[in-house]
Structure formats: C-alpha cells, structure tokens
C-alpha cells in the first residue's frame, strides 16, 4: 500500500549549493547598495560679478554722460536768451591811394616785366552792438588789391572792444619794388591812365573769420604827378 508524504509546516529548506541560479539571485538582491562619495569642494555656479560691474559702470556714465549734454544745452539757451549775442559789423569808410608808380622792371630783373611802389591808408569801422558782450580781436589783416595784384598788406595788432562800441582803425600799407608780371603790370598801368584804379579790400579777423568788401573806383587825378615810393 502506498504511503503518503506530507510536508512538514514550518519547514526549513535547505540553500540551494553555491553556484546554482537561486544562490545568485540571492546574493544580487542581498547586495548593498552602491554609495557614491561626495565631493566636499564642490560650489554650485554663481553668476560673475565682474560682468554686472561692468554694466553698471557703463550705465552710471551714460547717465552722467547725458546728463552734462542736457545741462550744456540749458546753460546755451539761458545764455543766448540773456545775453542774446550778435555778430560785430565792420565798414571800410575811406581807402586813398597816397602814392602810386607802376613802372618797367631794370635789366638786372629779367624774371618780371613792371615794378609796383604803393602807399595805401585805409580807415576800418568796428562795431560792437552787443550790450553785455565785449569782443577781443586778435591779429587783424588787412589786404588791398586791384587787378587781381596785391598792392597792400598789413596787420593790426590786438585789441578789446567793449559792448556797444564803435572803433575806427587807422593805417597804411606800403609796397615797395613788387615785382609784377606784364600782363598785371601793363593792366595796372591801365588802369593808372585811366584815372581810376579799382581797389578790393579783404579783412580778416578773429579765429579765421573772414570778410571781403569790394570798393569802387578810386579817383587818381591827384596822384598823376606822384613819384614812385
């Protein structure tokens, strides 16, 4: 007759041998995990300061650098409007020609064809018609020409002209023994039988400023018997 086996409760099984496919899944599952160290150096990344530094100089000269335009432009218009500047005016009253020769160049100077001898007075009028401003004029000069030849030149030396006032400058420019070509000299010439030489003033003041007036004929009678100077 046959037996029947019963397990036994509570029953303990023996480990499987080493080596067999339950002992390894055993010691997988058993395995402790695995500990990553770490490091104690380590700082999160932080955004540079150097660079907001920066940004903010740039801007705090920007702003300063506006505002120094906005106050320059304020300080103009204040100025303009107190003071309201105006430009000086000037007139050539009176320009005489107290002696005038145009004769042929000596055989020693074969380069030019005529020689000029001239003595020019001449009178300038300034005026100054600002009312709070006064105006220093730095070298003034002066030039005197006629048939595109320059019979006088000269310089006025400095000088301050206070507000609303008018200078008259008083002078005279000589040329002695100025060669001339004989085209200039034969229309100088020309001009001089004529009894009337066309004068053109230039003068030029201040930072390169310049003004021209034309004059016009100028009468040479008296001078027919000048001598050359």
């Not at 004989?182 to 201040?206: C, H, K, M, T, Y």
């Amino acid at each position: 007759m046959a037996e029947w086996v019963y397990p036994e409760k509570n029953a303990k099984f023996a480990a499987p041998p080493n080596g067999t496919y339950h002992n390894m899944k055993e010691k997988r599952t058993a395995a402790p995990p695995k500990v990553v160290p770490v490091d104690t150096d380590y700082e999160p990344r932080r955004r540079g300061r150097t660079g907001d530094s920066c940004c903010r100089c740039i801007a705090c000269f920007c702003a300063i650098l506006i505002a120094l335009v906005i106050a320059l432009g304020i300080g103009t218009l204040v100025f303009y409007l107190v003071v309201h500047p105006k430009a000086p005016k000037y007139n050539v009253s009176d320009v005489r020609l107290a002696a005038f020769s145009v004769s042929p160049a000596s055989s020693i100077d074969l380069s030019s064809g005529f020689v000029l001898n001239a003595v020019t007075t001449y009178e300038v009028e300034a005026r100054n018609p600002n009312e709070k401003i006064g105006i220093y004029y730095d070298t003034i000069n002066i030039n005197v020409l006629s048939e595109g030849v320059t019979i006088g030149a000269g310089r006025i030396p400095p000088f301050y002209q206070g507000a609303r006032n008018t200078t008259l400058i008083m002078g005279d420019l000589r040329a002695s023994n100025v060669p001339l070509k004989s085209a200039a000299g034969s229309a100088l010439q020309n001009a001089q039988r004529s009894g009337r030489i066309p004068l053109f003033v230039e003068v030029d003041w201040l930072s390169g400023h310049e003004q021209k007036m034309p004059s016009e004929g100028i009468g040479m009678n008296s001078l027919s018997s000048c001598s050359p100077t």
